[in-house]
């Protein structure tokens, strides 16, 4: 069976800044990939061409079988590209679960349905307590929780998570593994970028370093750790700490 | 809890239908023709304001420059009417498909335009549109159009004898513009607005058509201020540009729902209710005069509004749940 994401060749320029240089990655169905790399990396940027924010400088991107490269973002999450941002972009003015229900429209036309769907993911997530809070009302690490939340709504194949582990107390990081396994086991497809080692090593089945915009070594977790070439780039750099 | 949400719309759309019922017999009581005037210019206002609330509100697309559809319902109707004898009911349809038209292809260039943008280019296309009309011979350019009244007439919704038909007329436009509000607030397109105004890259990841949107929501809020500006026509018998197509009108749409609270169900309705029998009152003390005069004092309001209560009157009466710690 095909992969269900590949890149080919895929560049990014910013006027003189190359943040993407010939990326060639591909993402297996029902599998949890690990995009790590540096600060400024280009780890972001990648994301955003998954999604459709922007097409790429060259190259092309296939999902799920079919060439998206130049097809809108929300073209791309009909056919099940799911994302959050690393700065997250709640929908401030609304509740929590109003924010889930506009991902829940991508499936469900029903009004009521689309509610129903909402509630089911804000239990899945785990912020069903909370379903009638103003987003603006949200602690950083609900905030984050709901980014997957509406995500999730929009039952995606393929999940592309920014840094939603990140800046979280220990126990809020466990429940956020947790819920990322959980994820996975929905027979979801998970593409994330983690800073913290420690924490997203374990948690992926193979793990792809991005450095300087480039594919630098790809492998399992436990070999790409301990690769010279992935520790020289993250040398000096602070994140290598307890790597 | 959705139970509750469901009762809540219900509550609503109650509350609603009481206060049209209340407003439907208050020429009962109300004779006096100056008051009955005021109450309509309330109503049509309200209307209006909960019209520009669709676009400006709940899609965040803010226009300062309404006063172009609210003009075109109005020239569209009178020139159906005095060059080929269209009766109004049909003119205030065609206006409104006019309007509703012209404004998704003024979104199509503007609706790229983010933020202050928008709204300068909003203001500068009704300006011009101002302009093309002051210098149109054929739609009676400066002059205007001035609309024969032959006695009362409910085909030609005319009437000189008594202002009722106009009142519940103004009444009906309301309503209709509340409920049009209500019933899209719980609809995808509702949602999807709210999603735009609040963040349009988050909406687009999550499968919103964003320029769509902003589309849809431009000709449904032109539609309806071009039956105010219809209806309006007939109620003064007489048009010109400025007296449709001014900037005042801009600001008398807007000023309601920013006052009350903008995006809002009830936020137009409760901020016309207050203002526009101010403004009319003030006006009528101190005379017609100085249209300058009316714009200052309108633009000091918004100012002092948006500094004052960023979110309308009805953020005082209903405060968001409190927020409580996670868990
Ligand atoms: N829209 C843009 N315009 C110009 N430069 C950009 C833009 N987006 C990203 N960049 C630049 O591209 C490079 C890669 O950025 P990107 O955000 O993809 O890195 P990252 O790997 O996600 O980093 P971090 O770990 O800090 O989130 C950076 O130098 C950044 O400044
Ligand atoms: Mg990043």
């Known amino acids: ?243 | 809890m959705d139970k509750e949400f469901a009762a809540r719309r219900r509550r609503d759309l109650i509350i609603a239908a009481v206060l049209a019922g209340i407003a439907a017999l208050t020429p009962l009581f109300v004779k006096d023709v100056v008051v009955q005037n005021i109450l309509i210019l309330t109503l049509m206002y309200a209307g209006l304001s909960q019209s520009w609330n669709i676009l400006s509100g709940y899609c965040g697309q803010i226009s300062l420059g309404h006063a172009l559809y609210f003009g075109l319902g109005a020239y569209t109707t009178e020139l159906l009417f005095t060059k080929f004898g269209v009766l109004p009911w049909f003119g205030m349809l065609a206006g409104g498909v006019v309007s509703a038209l012209i404004a998704m292809g003024l979104g199509y260039p503007f609706f790229r335009l983010r933020g202050h943008y928008f709204v300068i280019a909003t203001i500068v296309i009704a300006e011009i549109g101002l302009l093309l009309f002051h210098n149109w011979d054929w739609a009676g350019a400066a002059m205007g159009i001035t609309i024969p009244i032959r006695g009362d007439s409910w085909l030609k919704f005319q009437f000189l004898r008594t202002k009722l038909p106009y009142f519940y007329f103004a009444l009906a436009l309301c309503c209709l513009a509340w409920f049009v509000t209500w019933w899209l607030e719980d609809s995808k397109w509702g949602f999807w607005w709210r999603a735009v105004k609040d963040n349009p890259d988050a909406a687009e990841s999550l499968g919103v058509d964003v320029f769509n949107s902003k589309m849809g929501a431009a000709a449904v809020s032109a539609f309806l201020v071009a039956v105010g500006g219809s209806f309006y026509a007939q109620f003064v018998s007489y048009i010109d540009p400025e007296s449709v197509m001014g900037f005042q009108f801009s600001l008398l749409m807007a000023l309601p729902a920013v006052l009350g609270g903008i995006g809002t169900l009830w936020g137009p309705v409760l901020g016309a209710a207050i203002l526009i029998p101010l403004t009319e009152l003030t006006r009528f003390k101190f005379g017609g005069s100085g249209r300058g005069v009316d714009l200052i004092v309108y633009g000091t309001l918004i100012v002092l509004i948006s500094l004052a209560l960023p979110r309308g009157l009805l953020s005082l009466f209903a405060r968001p749940k409190k927020t409580g710690a996670a868990r």
């Open chain 1, 1 to 243: 069976m095909t992969a269900l994401l590949e890149t080919r060749g895929v560049w990014q320029r910013f006027g003189g800044l190359v943040a993407n240089s010939d990326v060639s990655i591909s993402v297996g169905r029902g599998e949890i990939v690990g995009l790590i790399g540096p600060n400024g990396a280009g780890k972001s940027t990648l994301f955003n061409l998954i999604a459709g924010v922007l097409p790429p400088t060259q190259g092309s991107i296939l999902f799920d079988g079919e060439d998206v490269t130049n097809m809108p973002a929300a073209a791309r999450c009909q056919r099940g590209v799911g994302r959050t941002f690393q700065v997250v972009k709640s929908f401030e003015t609304m509740t929590v679960i109003d924010n889930v229900i506009v991902g829940a429209l991508v499936r469900n036309t029903v009004m009521r349905e689309a509610r129903r769907k909402a509630r089911e993911v804000l239990e899945f997530t785990g912020l069903a307590a909370r379903a009638d809070v103003l987003a603006s009302d949200l602690v950083p690490a609900e905030k984050r929780r709901l980014e997957v939340a509406r995500a999730l709504a929009t039952e995606p194949k393929l999940l592309l998570l920014d840094e939603v582990l990140t800046g979280l107390t220990p126990t809020e990081a466990q429940t956020g593994v947790a819920l990322v396994r959980k994820v996975r086991d929905a027979g979801i497809t998970v593409l994330m970028v983690e800073h913290v080692m420690e924490i997203v090593m374990p948690l992926v089945d193979r793990a792809i370093v991005l450095d300087l915009g480039k594919v630098l070594v790809e492998g399992k977790p436990a070999e790409v750790v301990r690769d010279p070439k992935v520790i020289k780039a993250y040398l000096g750099d602070r994140h290598a700490v307890g790597a």
